[in-house]
């Protein structure tokens, strides 16, 4: 099983960016899916999760600004970021729980990571 996250680059203050994250492989099933990001010297954090077909959760930095959804029948998640700022810049990553074929228990999987460059 893989999550393979795409989107990522160099934007301008005030600009918008879309990231994708699309998991493959033999997985039975998907509940939670996440977006974290991570600043240099500093641990990840999640800032929008949602949970199969329950409204997404947002931290308070992007609460209002950056919309996550998924796209259950393509296995993939989304997270729209607008109005973006100098201070978003980090490198983001995908997060989901997932079933593996294999097991009777969701296992935790992580995207590569891609980085979000926003210019001042």
């Known amino acids: 099983v893989q999550l393979q996250a795409s989107g990522g680059g160099l934007v301008q203050t005030g600009g918008s960016l879309r990231l994708s994250c699309k998991a493959s492989g033999n997985f039975i099933s998907i509940s939670t899916m996440a977006w974290f990001r991570q600043f240099p010297g500093k641990q990840r954090e999640r800032i929008a999760v949602v949970h199969g077909g329950s409204s997404p959760d947002y931290a308070d930095s992007v609460q209002g600004r950056f919309t996550i959804w998924r796209d259950i029948a393509e296995d993939t998640v989304y997270l729209q970021m607008r109005r973006l700022k100098p201070e978003d810049t980090a490198v983001y990553y995908c997060?989901?729980?997932?079933?593996?074929?294999?097991?009777?228990?969701?296992?935790?999987?992580w995207g590569q990571g891609t980085l979000v460059t926003v210019s001042s």
């Open positions: 997060n989901a729980n997932i079933r593996p074929f294999y097991s009777d228990f969701e296992e935790d999987y």
